[in-house]
């Protein structure tokens, strides 16, 4: 007996079960593993949360899991290094602090000795996995749907965060760095297929706020990874405390995402009759179940998605220069301790979540009123989540040692940035909602090579940590996002695109609708 035959009896034993059992036989099954007919509304009416939220905020944990398990190392790294003297914390272009340099002697001798360069292509080892993982990622959620490429690529992610103090352990620098390339290509099919079940989820009229949710669990994964990995530090005294935590953490949340969500709303079992036909109602025109072979040349021709991609660009240089060294520069700059730099790494991530929501509702209400058009909507507040960040990064640069002014201007930093996600994140659900994995698989891949980008040259330029050199890393970073959010400007759109609907040229639809009018016309006659 071969494979399928196994998955056909077997299927076959549990429908014969389910109607044993619970009184309804295998032909009032609905298609798609759909709900029994027999099971009455009332009964489902009982999920009060609508099943577009549910996979909405279970998207959420997925990211915000997603985002500890990537940005944990971040802080433990200050942590695995082997710690030198307190004598820069005098120096000219440092500041004096509360951390403790010199005196702990077993951290001396077993902190690794990681120079910065080194450093800094650990960090940046994730984004080689990352970017690999994209694409595929999304073609595979677009054929076969975003449940399982989303939950078990968040699985292999967790696994490889638990192996993380054996594999340095047992290989050092290089065995962290092959361990972190395994994570990057777990979750890199982490957005393309969120995005290709929002496409299946989200109405337009939610898609701000659902967008901004979803998406806005990075900024909670941020808060979780920065604020307790300082917590479990200091409180247990082991940098590979986190790494277990957060591992463990993914793995609950795949068992969950396996057991509560569903590709699309057709083969949902516990979706209401009125949410279901809600969903058919306000996607079902745009959404093709089974969409034509992907036009790539159409795509890669498109002039809105190159400027969507430069947007990304500019996003993640400046998002990943925050995320991978802000907790570098508060311990090596500003001289705070382990638990001081969790909790206000963190804080700027906090404001960034609330600031997402808020912006989320606006740019909904905005559009769903005619204030702006969604292509305005999308440019107007993707240049308040560029220019903005960028001046506050330069003016806390030169805020010296004032440390609450640069805490407040780093928060503020962050905090604008939160208009990122109904700015350009929620963009390629406008262009298209048919090949939303395989868009979102490109921009978010093309974006994430700054990943590797970004550390490496923050530690190339920061050798020494001082604010001099920390200036100029930010002068870059506000020069990336002016130049990204001009090219957004100018070429974006908000419009979906003549290749979502067919791979076929548009003259070719216009002569093809033609057509079938005149056909029409001639079968009434």
């Known amino acids: 007996m071969n494979c399928i035959e196994r998955i056909i009896l077997a299927s076959s034993s549990i429908e014969s079960s389910y109607g044993k059992n619970y009184g309804a036989s295998t032909s009032e099954w609905t298609p798609l593993l759909g709900r029994p007919k027999n099971i009455p509304e009332d009964l489902i009416s009982l999920f009060v949360i609508p099943q577009r939220w549910v996979m909405a905020i279970m998207g959420f944990l997925a990211v915000a899991n997603a985002y500890t398990m990537r940005v944990c190392l971040n802080i433990a790294i200050t942590q695995m290094v082997r710690r030198h003297a307190a004598t820069s914390a005098y120096e000219v272009g440092s500041c004096p602090g509360d951390v403790d340099e010199v005196t702990d002697e077993s951290k001396e001798i077993t902190g690794y000795n990681w120079d910065e360069e080194t450093q800094g292509i650990i960090l940046s080892a994730f984004y080689y996995g990352y970017i690999v993982t994209h694409l595929p990622g999304g073609m595979l959620a677009e054929r076969f749907g975003g449940k399982y490429s989303l939950g078990f690529g968040v699985l292999s992610t967790a696994v490889f965060t638990l192996l993380t103090p054996w594999a340095v352990n047992m290989g050092g620098a290089t065995g962290l760095i092959i361990l972190r390339v395994l994570e990057g ?3 890199g099919t982490t957005f393309p297929a969120l995005n290709a079940m929002l496409a299946r989820w989200a109405p337009v009229s939610e898609r701000g706020r659902m967008g901004s949710l979803v998406f806005g669990g990075a900024q909670i994964g941020n808060i979780a990874g920065t604020y307790f990995s300082g917590l479990v530090i200091k409180e247990t005294g082991e940098w590979q405390s986190v790494f277990y935590l957060f591992g463990s953490i993914g793995i609950l949340w795949f068992i969950l995402w396996a057991l509560l969500c569903y590709n699309d709303p057709e083969s949902h079992p516990y979706i209401s009759d009125k949410e279901k036909k809600y969903l058919e109602e306000a996607l079902g025109r745009h959404h093709n179940s089974q969409p034509s072979a992907i036009p790539w040349k159409a795509i890669f021709m498109s002039v809105p998605l190159w400027a969507l991609v430069c947007a990304q660009i500019g996003h993640d240089y400046g998002y990943f220069t925050m995320v991978t060294d802000l907790p570098k520069y508060m311990t090596g700059v500003l001289k705070f301790d382990i638990h001081r730099t969790g909790t206000l790494a963190a804080l700027p991530y906090a404001v960034m979540w609330i600031s997402s929501i808020i912006f989320g509702w606006l740019c909904d209400k905005i559009v769903k009123r005619k204030w702006m058009t969604v292509t305005n909507s999308r440019k107007t507040f993707t240049t308040i989540a560029s220019v903005g960040p960028g001046i506050c990064m330069i003016l806390a640069s030169y805020s010296g040692c004032n440390t609450e002014a640069v805490v407040i201007l780093f928060t503020a930093s962050m905090g604008l940035m939160g208009a990122f996600y109904p700015g350009m994140k929620v963009n390629a659900l406008d262009l298209t909602s048919n090949y939303a994995g395989t868009i979102m698989a490109i921009v978010n891949g093309i974006g994430a090579i700054t990943g590797i980008i970004a550390p490496y040259l923050v530690g190339l ?31 974006a759109s908000g419009d979906e695109q003549w290749w979502n609907s067919s791979a076929q040229d548009p003259k070719k639809q216009e002569i093809e609708a033609a057509t079938n009018q005149t056909v029409q016309s001639e079968i009434k006659l």
């Open 461 to 491: 330029l920061t050798p020494d940590s001082t604010l001099t050199q920390w200036r100029l890393v930010f002068w870059i970073t506000l020069a990336v996002f002016i130049v990204t959010n001009l090219v957004f400007v100018a070429w």
């Open 185 to 187: 290509l777990g979750e």
